[in-house]
């Protein structure tokens, strides 16, 4: 069993091989681990898999040092494969498409890496990245890795004030970002955002490299001439020419590769911090045991690089398989149609596509028989997965017999970094069960807990929890605050890490994940926090109180509807308030919170000691039997909501 993590070794062929082991992951991580790390290059061998000194905080392979970059490209091209392809950029939005070689990918990172050292970024800064998805984006990324330094993309949907709580609290040496990006029908200024949110931040005076792209309002020459403390901007193809190629700087495996921000249950980011060695070795392992791609196989992966499974499945997992990754700029829908992943397919070769199945509801509201994808030659697809939500069996069956592949839901979040759970398709075709994203992967010791932290009886729902220690690859910590990592994630359940999400596990061990238990969002694939909402909505003047809820949605798995109160004397036009309130959220966290639903109420349920029962709300939209908690103040008030809350036609 010491091969068992072994990138080159073992395969299993039944659930009970699966399941022993899983169980070697848990009991003797080092065994699973270290034959694992046996796949990736380090600069110095790691001798341990597991430091348990300080603990809640773990350490994955403490005396190793090894190149993020270099094992994502350099290696590759050291061992002759440099002519392969490593990137493929596909952009619906401009029509072209690009293919980078891994040398050729190898030397644009190199020599923006030295870039970047030109503008003083070294081994632990961070670097700030905010581009949408060309190539740029995946040079700037593996730039900061291969310098040691520490990226921290932000998703080009969020606005500037989101940009500037990024900034202020990762507090880089530098920003990466272009010109802007290109939604259907409309250009998205990047530059006019990137200088409120450096103003908003308070004037941190770093350098902003800017890539030009053609056809927006904003060039780098409106910024360039300011002397302000605002920043110093740069052009991204002038400072590469000035620049010269950099060599990878090896980090401790325990040094951070980066830092992902996500919605927690405040308006406040958490910053989550992913160290190098622990995600080099996870990742690896994944390609082959769960996605089944090897070198040379080509995966698509249709999210943002803004996202965890873009940080994980676009950029840095099939590059360090020696993989083929596609870049895809557009949507699966109405760029130009329902086909494109089809296109996609047959042009790419694809093996592996991976999307969010809100995705997959597009496409099939649109060309509800698939025509337009069924059209092309889908013959090189394996397996389809989706993460970022739920997979509905509805979706689920539909698109299986649209591709003919298996489906495979896996279920994750930015701070696990790679699947909990999911169909280890390249090690054995286990079983798949619908609304399922199956069994735990290794090392993440499922638990379902009721509300003390005792574990429940299968088939009962309750807190999904994590035994730590967590694997590698997910999260070390929050960016400068382990107090509140252990607060957000630990405190809950002594000795275990709480995911947030509810749901079983049946009596084969599948879970089975319903929905989150907290004030976290998804729409449309994306995370967002209810709290962060309400922050913004109650700062109109006419608002005194209010309450945001995820609304079920049959395209985008869920809706932000706002519940408010006014202030006495106020009595703004309904319609006039809601855009109003529209209008601030997407000014003030951006297009991506997508929030379009205001409703005026008299009051919202409070407990006698004030606090908004948000938790009963919540429970009342998503259809649960309304219990009337013994704290309420005054029942009456949630009786008159019942009607408001109540699963209805979505807008
Ligand atoms: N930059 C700027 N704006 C963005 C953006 C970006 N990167 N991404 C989305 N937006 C904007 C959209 O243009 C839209 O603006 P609008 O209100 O002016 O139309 C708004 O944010 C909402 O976008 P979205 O939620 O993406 O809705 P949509 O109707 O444009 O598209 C889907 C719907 C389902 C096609 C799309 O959401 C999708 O492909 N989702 C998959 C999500 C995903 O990959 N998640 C990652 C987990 S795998
Ligand atoms: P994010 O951190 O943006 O990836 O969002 C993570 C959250 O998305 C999880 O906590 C879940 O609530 C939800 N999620 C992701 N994948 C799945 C899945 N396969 N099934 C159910 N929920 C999912």
Not at 173 to 187: D, F, Y
Request: net charge negative.
């Amino acid at each position: 069993m010491a091969a068992a993590g072994n990138d080159a070794g073992t395969t299993v062929s039944t659930p009970a091989d699966y399941r022993a082991l899983h169980a070697v992951s848990l009991a003797q991580p080092d065994d699973f681990w270290l034959p694992a790390a046996g796949a990736v290059d380090w600069t110095t061998e790691p001798t341990v898999a597991l430091d348990r000194s300080s603990a809640p905080f773990y350490r994955w392979f403490p005396d190793a040092t090894l190149n993020t970059s270099h094992n994502a490209l350099d290696r590759h091209v050291d061992a002759g494969r440099g002519d392969r392809p490593a990137l493929v950029y596909d952009s619906a939005m401009l029509g072209t498409q690009r293919t980078y070689s891994y040398s050729e990918l190898r030397d644009e990172v190199a020599v923006f890496a030295g870039a970047l050292a030109d503008l003083g970024v070294g081994k632990g800064d961070r670097v700030l990245i905010y581009l949408p998805m060309i190539p740029e984006a995946v040079i700037a990324m593996l730039a900061s890795a291969r310098l040691g330094a520490i990226h921290s993309v932000v998703f080009g949907g969020f606005a500037p004030a989101e940009l500037a709580a990024r900034i202020r609290d990762a507090r880089p040496t530098a920003i990466v970002t272009a010109s802007g990006g290109l939604e259907p029908g409309r250009r998205v200024e990047y530059l006019p955002a990137v200088h409120e949110a450096l103003t908003l931040a308070g004037s941190l005076g770093m350098p902003v490299v800017a890539k030009a792209r053609e056809g927006f309002g904003h060039g780098i020459a409106d910024y360039a001439d300011e002397s302000g403390p605002e920043g110093r901007w740069v052009d991204w193809d002038d400072a590469v020419s000035a620049a010269e190629a950099v060599p990878p700087v090896a980090v401790a495996a325990t040094d951070p590769l980066y830092i992902l921000y996500t919605s927690g249950t405040t308006g406040s980011p958490k910053g989550v911090v992913r160290d190098n060695g622990g995600h080099a070795v996870a990742l690896t392992w994944t390609m082959r045991a769960i996605f089944g791609i090897g070198p040379g196989d080509v995966m698509l992966t249709a999210s943002d690089v803004g996202w965890v499974v873009g940080h994980s499945y676009i950029v840095y997992g099939p590059l360090l398989a020696g993989a083929t990754t596609v870049l895809y700029e557009g949507k699966p829908v109405g760029t130009p149609d329902a086909g494109t992943f089809g296109r996609l397919i047959e042009q790419h070769e694809v093996k592996v596509l991976f999307t969010a199945p809100t995705a997959l509801r597009a496409v099939r509201r649109v060309d509800p028989e698939a025509a337009l994808i069924r059209s092309h030659d889908l013959s090189s697809l394996t397996t389809l997965f989706t993460a970022g939500e739920r997979l509905d069996t509805g979706t689920s069956a539909w698109i299986a017999d649209v591709l003919g592949v298996p489906v495979v839901d896996n279920w994750w979040q930015t701070e696990t970094g790679w699947p909990i759970c999911a169909s280890p398709r390249g090690l054995a075709d286990l079983p798949l069960k619908p609304g399922s994203p199956s069994l735990p992967s290794p090392g993440f010791d499922v638990a379902i807990l009721d509300h003390d932290g005792t574990p429940v009886p299968a088939g009962t729902e309750g807190s999904i929890a994590l035994r730590l220690p967590l694997p590698p690859g997910t999260l070390t910590t929050l960016w400068g605050s382990d107090d509140r990592y252990r607060d957000s994630y630990l405190s809950a359940f002594e000795g275990y890490y709480t995911s947030g999400d509810s749901g079983y596990v049946d009596d084969d061990g599948y879970v089975f994940v319903m929905g989150r238990t907290d004030d976290v969002i998804n729409v449309a694939g994306h995370r967002l926090s209810t709290g962060a909402i309400e922050q913004v909505l109650a700062q109109h003047p006419a608002v005194a109180e209010c309450a945001v809820l995820g609304l079920q949605d049959p395209l985008k798995g869920q809706r932000a509807s706002g519940y408010v109160v006014l202030k006495a004397g106020m009595a703004p036009d309904t319609d006039t308030l809601t855009a109003e309130l529209v209008h601030l959220v997407r000014a003030t966290i951006g297009p991506v919170a997508d929030f379009r639903s205001v409703v005026v109420v008299e009051a919202l349920p409070k407990t006698r000691s004030g606090k908004i029962l948000r938790k009963t709300m919540r429970q009342m939209a998503a259809g649960e039997p309304l219990v009337v908690p013994s704290t309420i103040e005054d029942p009456s008030v949630l009786e008159a909501l019942e009607p408001l809350l109540r699963p209805g036609p979505a807008t």
